[in-house]
């Protein structure tokens, strides 16, 4: 079942990361790095093109020792005209 | 927070390596921010520096008074096309050809007492690729007294070994506190050299390198000898020689008269 985030909120300081025209691995490089340069416990959201792709690049963020909060299916109205589906994780090192 | 932020390219040529947790991307800045050099550009020389040049070692120095000869060629694998020219000079084309984000320093020249203490200094690692003994300890003994890693490696027919020398661990003369006597040990001419053996150890100092810069564990206080033949790999703890010369701190300078037959030092 889907659950939709709420995206719209003005105070939400959570970066987004829009990796819809990445390839395997650059899914998972681009988030790494994204997450190097973040402190432990910041969340930050990633944008990836299908289903598939954000639950391979979870899987590889948990291993590194992020915690991934959820992976959910996102549409237009909720974050800035948007469709795809997003992974939130909390940077874990 | 590094200062370096990688270039789109750069995300591409190493993402083989930013997707292993041991490097990524802190590591490869790391990598890229680093020294190395590299003395001797012959069988060892040749697969070390190749391997340096591809993981992005910032800047390599490359250290060869020599010349490519066709007998190099069976396991110098560098110098393709190149005879005649300058070792060190060949390799420097050969890593600007595959990795334009790194620098080479040539230094087209062999070390001596004179000269080595001031090429090593501004390096985070030397790699000694060197095929004699008197330039074996001349290194270890430089390396120490400028407080540099050294990772150095010897081989011969099938068989080699490989030891990673840092400030306070043992060093090479805790090992080998003299040279053989001159004739007992054949030379490479007499005794031939298999290709894949300088390969193989030439790639295991540019990995020891790599890990050193990285902050990996290393072969410290440890040697790792190979019989290729046999494929017997043993790894041997070593200790310091509290009476070790030169890590004990005893000998301060580097004296010409150390580095001739047994290099022994008194």
Redesign the interface.
Known sequence: MLRHAELNDSNDRIEVLDLRDENC??T???T??KL??MKKGEELKVIFSDEVTARDVAKSLTS?GHEVLEVLEIHGAQLKGIDGWMLRVRCGR | ?SDII?TQEQ??RY??Q??M?EI???GQVKLLKSKAIVVGAGGLGSAAIQYLAGAGVGKIGIVDGDSVDITNLQRQTIHAGNLGMNKAESAAKFVKTLNPDVEVEVYPENVNVNNVRDIIREYDVVVDCTDNFPSRFLLNDACVMEKIPLVHSAVLRFIGEIMTIVPDSACYRCVFPEAPPPGSVPSCQEAGIAGVATGIFGVMQATEAIKLILGLEILENKMLYADLLTMEFDLIDIRKDRNCPVCSGKVKDLQEESYVETCRIE
């Open positions: 691995p650059f998972f490089i681009k790494k790095l190097e340069e590194e | 927070m990688l995300i591409k993402a083989r930013l997707i947790p990524g991307g802190k």
